[in-house]
């Protein structure tokens, strides 16, 4: 994607700021990958992660095979992954037990990283994969060469590739908010001063936002071959309006409880808002936003929770301000303390929410 690649977008603060994945979700791949067809079984040699990002997802990989690839076309997610998966303590990366036991499991995963794209897995031989994965990736890919790609490097009875999204982040507890949150993010109005949304790249934002639903089942892109089979659409929501076609035909679709949420702190979810690339896009179109006069909702009581509060390290210039991701963020507290009273405060925490969607796949 075009903006994490330019010099100017700064992965450290998008790794510190992005929320992470629950290991439930890699206990569902696991336990499709173990179900191998008969005749066959599960192979945990070699993992390759496409879209990799700054390696949070192939983390959970660590322990569970031998080798693990991480794929990116940023050369700045590659760096922030290395950084990461190589100089972390091992204790704070995958759990072994995510795989079958932990007598089971691999003691010392390599971690290898290449620059390249889903569509063009570099350095991976035909039939070499056990598992290819994509977080957060796969609505940007294009389906008509990474179907076929998939066929290519996946092993042949039982690789299986997972590919997921997570969708438009919600208030658990303010669902009255979420109109004010679908605007902010969705929004079509390249001149507005209350959304970012027409500054996201599209249709790849589009097919993120609905929960991966345009994507061709990989029976549409490769007609009447077999080399991908078992093809499911899973989702992760309580609210099945969420998805927004429910009646799909070309594979099962499997709805399981939300399992990514995450208790944040109000500071928190302002380094959350300013992970956002259409954030970043839109102010090279209006730079002069970054420069608006501070919003003063909150404000002194802020920054007085700051000075109170100094072990919690929070720079006291990043609530200052007032450009569209602070009056958003401020709009946000506004509405929980005239709903509850309370519960607006800078270091109060707040449940954030995502429906989550994956696909999966074994090849035949």
Known sequence: MATFAKSSFNAAIYAAARPTYSPKLFEYIHEYYKNQPMGSSARWDRAVDVGCGTGQAASHLDGVFKEVVCVDPSAGMLDKAREFLLNKPRSTLGQASTRTSATDATANTKFMFAQGSAEDIPSTQ???????????????????????????????????????????????????????????????????????????????????????????????????????????????????????????????QIVHPTIMKVDWRWIDV????????????????????????????????????IEVRGNEMVDPSMVGGGDIAVRFWKDLREGVQNELGQGAGLFDKVMVEWPVAMLLVRRG
């Open 126 to 252: 035909e039939g070499s994969v056990d598992l290819l994965i994509a977080a957060q990736a796969c609505h940007w890919f294009d389906w008509q060469k990474v179907w076929p790609e998939a066929k290519r490097v996946l092993r042949p009875q039982g690789g299986v590739a997972a590919f997921w999204v997570y969708g438009e982040s919600r208030l658990s507890s303010f669902p009255s908010l979420t109109p004010r949150i679908t605007e902010f993010w969705q929004g079509t109005d390249r001149g507005s001063t209350t959304s970012v949304g027409a500054y996201f790249q599209r249709p790849g934002r589009t097919v993120l936002e609905r929960l991966l639903v345009d994507v061709p089942a990989p029976s549409a892109v490769l007609p009447g071959d077999v080399g991908l089979v078992d093809f499911q659409r899973l989702y992760f929501t309580d609210d099945k309006r969420d998805i927004p076609d429910i009646s799909l035909t070309d594979a099962p």
């Open 270 to 305: 302002l380094g959350y808002l300013r992970t956002s690339s259409a954030l970043h896009s839109y102010h090279e179109a209006f730079p002069e936003d970054k420069k608006h006069s501070d919003d003063t909702r909150f404000l002194e009581r802020d920054l007085a929770d």
